[in-house]
């Protein structure tokens, strides 16, 4: 089935500094990813959608320059967390899905991002 | 848009027994209702999934119901093991808003061995 590889796995980083996150769909083309932020205890909230070859569209509420997401081929999508702060601290997961399909997502392992 | 209610929020039942966990959807434009399995540390898993155009699947253990006339939909586990300890959420999706995914709150399921 599809495989949505996700690193790192867990991250700790200081106060100010800069985060990558990365999403590869393993084998299959992923025209879509959806980035998802979860706080402990809680459920998914879509942070943005990321169309390959095109801008991100985020989330009310979430700030574009300071969760950077590229999509630049059909294979992987980066999440940089920009002057991360620790309320920045928290689980974030990667879907994808090949082409304009409604199913089919798969879900990439998650990343929990600490920040001290 | 769309909001999903998801109930109850901690199910503890002992091995063997049934499990059920209930969601509510307000957009009768939502045609996928798919539900996922959510270990500690690790992302989702899709375990079964649901269309509009049908009322009842079933997979070995797990089944999901839809009444689309009340919108809403339930996960049943039968025979529950240790191993189904985990959190489960119901998400549902329309064509309507681009397909995303709108989750419940999850439900912390428990299985007492």
């Known amino acids: 089935g599809a495989v949505v590889s996700q690193h790192p796995s867990w991250v700790i980083c200081k106060s100010g500094t800069s985060v990558k996150i990365e999403c590869r769909s393993l084998?299959?083309?992923?025209?879509?990813m959806f980035w998802y932020r979860q706080f402990p205890k809680q459920s998914l909230m879509l942070m943005a959608t990321?169309?390959?070859?095109?801008?991100?569209?985020?989330e009310q509420g979430v700030e574009k320059d300071k969760f950077l997401i590229n999509h630049a081929s059909l294979t992987l999508s980066t999440l940089t967390v920009t002057s991360a702060h620790p309320e920045d601290s928290s689980f974030y997961i990667c879907s994808a899905r090949a082409g304009n399909s409604q199913y089919g997502y798969t879900f990439g392992s998650g990343t929990r991002l600490t920040v001290v | 848009g769309e909001n999903v209610e998801q109930h109850p929020s901690t199910l503890s039942v002992q091995e063997g027994d049934s499990a059920v966990i209930k969601c509510t959807y307000s957009?009768?434009?939502?045609?996928?209702f798919p539900w996922y399995k959510q270990e500690l540390g690790k992302g989702p898993q899709l375990i079964i999934d649901i269309r509009s155009n049908v009322g009842e699947k079933k997979d070995q253990r797990i089944a999901v119901t839809l009444n689309k006339t009340a919108k809403h939909f339930s996960l049943h586990i039968t025979e529950t093991q240790p191993e189904d300890s985990a959190v489960y959420f119901c998400a549902a999706s329309n064509p309507n808003t681009g397909n995303q995914f709108y989750f419940g709150t999850g439900t912390s399921l428990t299985v007492i061995p």
């Open positions: 990321s169309n390959e070859g095109s801008k991100a569209t985020y």
């Open positions: 957009d009768s434009a939502s045609n996928y």
């Open positions: 084998d299959f083309q992923a025209t879509t």
